[in-house]
């Protein structure tokens, strides 16, 4: 169980939550960018969009960007879960591969480990 102020101690939780910050920053100023270019599409074409208060139109600026940042963080956090498990994964399958040929070294057998051959496999001249 965790105590109070114990995640700032988890380093796998911090590298996961400074990946949801950097994706939801990149998400906000990407979608940010789209909607101020549909905003500024929609002022110079639309009659209607020209009609809006300023705060309506802040808020569908700010919907935009909020909507981006979700989107982005959520795909960053995907990202950054599978590249973990696929890191445990890989450290998990090495150190079964390396007790493998621990037992087998153990048992004498030649050319496990990168020391000798196993008899007709010299390389050839």
Same mark, same amino acid.
């Given at each position: /169980?965790?105590?109070?102020? !114990?995640? +700032?101690? @988890?380093?796998?939780?911090?590298?996961?939550?400074?990946?949801?910050? $950097?994706?939801?920053?990149?998400? *906000?100023?990407?979608?940010? *960018?789209? !909607? *101020?270019?549909?905003?500024?599409?929609?002022? *110079?074409? !639309?009659? =209607?969009?020209? +009609? #809006?208060? %300023?705060?309506?139109?802040?808020?569908?600026?700010? !919907?935009? /960007?909020? =909507?981006?940042? /979700?989107?982005?963080? @959520?795909?960053? /956090?995907?990202?950054?879960?599978?590249?973990?498990?696929?890191?445990?994964? #890989?450290?998990? @399958?090495?150190? %079964?591969? $390396?007790?493998? &040929?621990? @037992?087998?070294?153990?048992?004498?057998?030649?050319? %496990?480990?990168?020391?000798?051959?196993?008899?007709?496999? &010299?390389? &050839?001249?």
């Amino acid at each position: /169980m965790r105590h109070h102020g !114990s995640l +700032s101690k @988890d380093a796998e939780t911090n590298e996961a939550a400074w990946e949801a910050a $950097r994706g939801a920053t990149w998400g *906000a100023a990407k979608w940010g *960018a789209f !909607s *101020a270019v549909a905003g500024a599409v929609a002022f *110079a074409f !639309s009659p =209607v969009y020209r +009609s #809006l208060t %300023v705060q309506f139109k802040v808020y569908i600026q700010m !919907s935009g /960007m909020i =909507v981006g940042s /979700m989107v982005e963080a @959520d795909k960053r /956090m995907l990202a950054y879960e599978h590249r973990v498990r696929h890191q445990k994964r #890989l450290a998990r @399958d090495m150190e %079964v591969w $390396r007790r493998y &040929e621990e @037992d087998f070294e153990k048992r004498g057998t030649p050319g %496990v480990g990168g020391e000798g051959n196993v008899k007709g496999t &010299e390389p &050839e001249v």
